[in-house]
């Protein structure tokens, strides 16, 4: 089989180039597209520690992952749509003031 | 060894590919090149043993997640990023501060190198159940889930429940009712 460590080194290459997406990128639709990058890592170590160590429960943490992403995506792009309409921009900068 | 090809082909795909969402401009392509990597991670839990996971993986991530993302992405319909204006005005892009911002970021990329040199290599699984029959087996998870994560899985409905809310209160248009 492929050697444990494979795994964790795509994983850690994921995670890196989603926070290099969070804090280079200055468009909150890719900002959060970098988050479900990093979320997507950590899926993929949890399921090799998993099928590593025999057991199935780094798979059920997997799903209970997923659904936190879901609400994240949900509530985030919501948020988005929000901001969009009071500002008409994408841009993190752009949100600077606590009241408008 | 068909699995190492496959291993390494698909890890690849899944790296090149979120490496040019974060290289993109237009936030569509992003989207779509998002899907590729997703599609790719599948993949990659298939040769883990893990043929459920792979498909919630598409379902979920690629068919619902990403559309929700395609969607907001058409209905904002702002394809390109305009940061000039923004960059000259903001505190936090002057050169000093922009300076520890990269250190950081090297200070993290050195961690992950140290921890990844530290790893005891494991080349096959171990334990009780390492033939990986049982850990493939989509009876054994849902007897998991329903049994030793029951509390975590009904919270996980409360999560989604106040989740919707949440997006549709702020959603809203103030004038709505």
């Known amino acids: ?15 890196a180039i989603g926070t290099a997406g969070v804090f280079l990128r200055k468009n909150l639709i890719t900002i959060l597209l970098s988050v479900e990058i990093m979320l997507n890592a950590v899926n993929l170590s949890f399921v090799a520690f998993g099928r590593y160590a025999g057991s199935v429960d780094g798979q059920i943490i997997t799903f ?23 500002r008409a921009s994408l841009n993190p900068d752009a949100f600077t003031s606590l009241k408008w | ?12 795909l899944a790296v090149a590919a979120s490496a040019l969402v974060i290289g993109q401009r237009n936030p569509m392509y992003s989207v779509l090149l998002l899907i590729v990597s ?6 990659l839990y298939i040769v883990l043993d893990a043929p459920f996971v792979a498909m919630a993986q598409m379902i979920i991530y690629a068919g619902a997640i990403m559309v929700l993302f395609l969607f907001v992405v058409m209905l904002l319909n702002a394809a390109q990023e305009d940061a000039a204006e923004w960059d000259r005005l903001h505190p936090l892009r002057r050169p000093g501060i922009a300076r520890v911002g990269v250190l950081l970021a090297v200070v993290l990329v050195g961690q992950l190198a140290w921890a990844l040199a530290k790893i005891v290599e494991l080349d096959t699984p171990v334990g009780a159940r390492a033939d990986g029959a049982v850990v493939a087996s989509v009876r ?10 029951a509390f975590a899985f009904e919270a996980t409905s409360v999560l989604i ?10 959603a809203r248009r103030d004038g709505d009712a």
């Open chain 2, 38 to 43: 997703f599609a790719a991670l599948a993949g």
């Open chain 2, 1 to 12: 060894m068909p699995e190492s090809v496959l291993f390494y082909l698909l890890s690849g």
């Open chain 2, 161 to 170: 429940l106040v989740a919707m809310l949440g997006a549709v209160v702020l």
């Open chain 2, 140 to 149: 054994e998870l849902g007897r998991v889930l329903f049994t030793d994560y």
């Open chain 1, 64 to 86: 209970f992952v997923m659904t936190v992403a879901a609400a994240e995506a949900a509530v985030g792009l919501a948020l988005v749509i929000a901001l969009f309409r009071t």
């Open chain 1, 1 to 15: 089989m492929i050697p444990l460590s494979h795994y964790l080194i795509v994983s850690a290459l994921l995670f």
